[in-house]
């Protein structure tokens, strides 16, 4: 049934802006670059960025959370370019710690280091 995390997709409502906030914050170029859509490829899975959010309420209402390798590095990156710290990283058990931050547009993206998933 179920295979795995193949997308999260952020509604944005300025995607031109929406595409250089995440450029800068994570150093990344979209895979895909149009003005209906932007795609990411973040280690085989998708971020996209959407223009039209007219069936959505501002920002979304799940968390998606992004793995990075160390996540207090992390949060001493992001704050140093002056995101917004929606939550600061905590140890939820097992080593396990998450966190998260908004972006401009009224998302929320979690970050998370999980010892227990490695990047083969």
């Known amino acids: 049934m179920l295979q795995g995390l193949r997308s ?3 509604h944005v409502n300025d995607i031109k802006e ?3 906030w995440y450029q800068n914050v994570f150093g990344i170029e ?4 149009e ?3 932007v795609g990411y490829n973040i280690g085989g899975y998708e971020l996209g960025l959407h223009p039209d959010g007219t ?3 501002e920002g979304n209402h799940s968390i998606t959370y992004w793995g990075v390798a ?4 992390s949060f001493e990156h992001l704050e140093k370019l ?3 710290i929606h939550a600061q990283p905590v140890d939820v058990g097992g080593g396990i710690l998450m966190g998260s931050i908004a ?3 009224g998302n929320v993206i979690g970050l998370i280091e999980n010892p227990n998933f490695k990047i083969t």
């Open 8 to 10: 999260t997709i952020y």
């Open 30 to 33: 979209p895979y895909f670059d």
């Open 35 to 37: 003005d209906f859509y």
């Open 55 to 57: 069936e959505y309420s």
């Open 18 to 20: 929406a595409k250089k």
């Open 103 to 105: 972006d401009p547009f």
């Open 82 to 84: 002056g995101v917004r």
């Open 70 to 73: 160390d996540i207090r590095s």
